[in-house]
């Protein structure tokens, strides 16, 4: 189910609030109750901060998701609350333009008896945005959990609505990322099968794989046509990373796997996928350091278009104490000039984790890094602008 609410530019200057701190989330009644909301940042090439807004209340930890078309309008999903005790929870979908203005917000709370949350989505080079969405049912007897995917036009009208399952309808969507004007590559999980598709305008793909076991969770696509892949696939009792390149028509070109410096004692993950204007592919993720007890560390890798390593870029976070700290790359993303920016967080004196945003050379060397709002999403505009989005919580 769907309501599109189309809100004027002054009512837009109410919801999104400037960058002032606690002070734009509502004081909460005694007891005092945590507080969290979307937090948006957007820096320069060099790293200055030029922007920021939060909006939202009760965002949960998790769940926001962000994507950025090329001239930086932004879309945005979060869960919301029930208003009331017998109320379900819903997604907020809203688009806003360059300059914070809201162009149309839309909610999508599922069909009768479920539960409808947005799992991911992606905005195309005609304006158009891509939802994913997973159904779940609200109560016993309800439909079958299955994902849903949605085209909106670029203020916000529904273009069309696919359901789909993977194989018992239990899958789920992770990743999803345009091809071309009007298509998009969809990549999802259904037990321990990951299935990555490509779709055109009419919402029905055009081809599909099937990579048994595995667990990918990032797509990037190339101006030929290619898409990569990266997740997590179980190997000899660990995990190890899984980077797959596709062909125009789906077929492998290669795979890469990669174990880690623990030899699958400890998991190693890649978590995102970027591929630069040359064709090299950049993934970034954890592994886990080799000194007993074990923590994480930041892994950044870059390959040639062939499939090659050409560097790796490892770092043990701000809490090195017996390597310890659970640190890790979440998103990766590459401007036109090859340089890398990695979104990621890092633990310090087992606290909460510390969002952090680095920019390295295409080389591999690091440029400069900053504090980051968290870790949700990562994208870049036509204009060069670096946008990082997270929940904060007070």
Known sequence: MISRRWIAPGFAAALLAGCAGPAAVPEARPPRKLQSVLHIDAFTPDGSLVRCWTFGENVPWDAAAVAVNRVGWITTAFSTRPRTPQGRPSSLIMATDSDNGLVWSTTVDGDAGCIEAVTGFALDHQGGTWVASKEVPGFPGAASPSWVLRRFGPRGRLEWSRSACFGSCAGIVTALVPAGKRELVVAGIEEK???????????????????????????ATDGSGSVYACGVRPMNGGEAWEIVKLGAAGEVVWTRTYSGRAHLIHPARANSIAVDAAGCVIVGGSETGPSLPPGEDWLLRKYSPGGDLLWERSWNGLDNRLDLSADAIRAVAADTAGNIYALGDT????GDPLPLLRKY????????????????????TIDGRIVAAGVTRF
């Open 361 to 380: 050379s295409a080389a591999g060397d690091i440029l400069w890094t900053r504090t980051a709002p968290g870790t949700a999403a990562l994208a870049l």
């Open 347 to 350: 633990r310090i004196n087992d």
């Open 193 to 219: 099968v990951s299935v990555v598709a490509r779709f055109p305008e009419a919402g029905y793909p055009v081809w599909s794989w099937i990579d048994e076991g595995a667990h990918l969770v990032s797509l």
